[in-house]
């Protein structure tokens, strides 16, 4: 009788255990479950935040190419735009108004990088020669580059930058920022560049470039030397061998008359005036 009861408690703990067994792992599994769907949350509320939020916010904007003063004058032109997020924002416009506004950008190029930087990479304009022009009943000095076109710089030493000449006389109504030179003068421009590429400072010993407008649309140039009263008339062909033929002239000149007001280079000789 004892050995029949025993065997029938040892079933029952046996019962139990895999009973307990059984709820224990239904247990576990829950709790993985709940961990796996946690998990999953976290990460697509970790992709929202992340990647998400600011695809839809204000982009960031990182300028190559600037410096500060020019990229306070980008970031105006871009507010002006008005808020936009990273998806939204148009870089061909953005392109387009950049270029219409500020003279002195002469490329742009822009790479939206996902989720929130919008990259510019910039190409300024440099100067090679620089004029004068009215604006508001005020005269101010403006840049132009190799190609003729006229701009505005942040950079206020171009300026006061001996070795940009300064050039005068040309038509008042071609002066306009972010014009371009008629053909005639942008090959005047073309010489000035390529006389800047050479390593002599020729334009160190000038002070002004004058165009002085000819029947038939031509024209032709009066020179100003540095620390000199006296100008220097010569026709458009302004290169080295004319500029170093001007040098060795003057010195002639001065060292027959001392109170020359002008010489003349044209037509091939060398004459000249008195005060």
Known sequence: MSDVLFYEYEDLDKEDVISKSKSNNKKISILKT???????LLFFEVLIYAFVM??????????IGLDASSSREVNEVLNEMGSQSWVSFDKNKAASVIKNS????????????FPSTVYF???????????LINIDSHTVPIQIDKNGVL????????????????????????????GILPVKYRSLIGRISALKALPQ?????????QVVSKQQGNY?????PVHSKIKVLTDRTLDEAALKYMMVALDVVNSI?????EVDLRYGSVSYRTK
Do not use: W
């Not at 600011?54 to 300028?63: A, H, L, Q, R, S």
């Not at 032709?220 to 100003?224: A, D, G, I, R, W």
């Open 34 to 40: 709940i961990i796996i769907c946690l998990g999953i």
């Open 54 to 63: 600011p695809c839809f916010g204000n982009p960031k904007f990182e300028y």
């Open 257 to 261: 008359e001392p109170n020359v007001s």
């Open 220 to 224: 032709e140039l009066v020179l100003y």
């Open 121 to 131: 990479k910039f190409e300024e304009r440099q100067p090679v020669a620089k004029t």
């Open 151 to 178: 701009f505005t710089s942040t950079k206020k030493s171009v300026s006061f930058d001996s070795m940009i000449p300064l050039i005068s006389g040309l038509p008042l109504e071609i002066l306009k920022e972010g």
């Open 201 to 209: 400072k020729y334009f160190a010993a000038i002070s002004e470039i």
């Open 102 to 113: 500020l003279s002195f950008v002469d490329e742009v190029t822009i790479v939206k990088k």
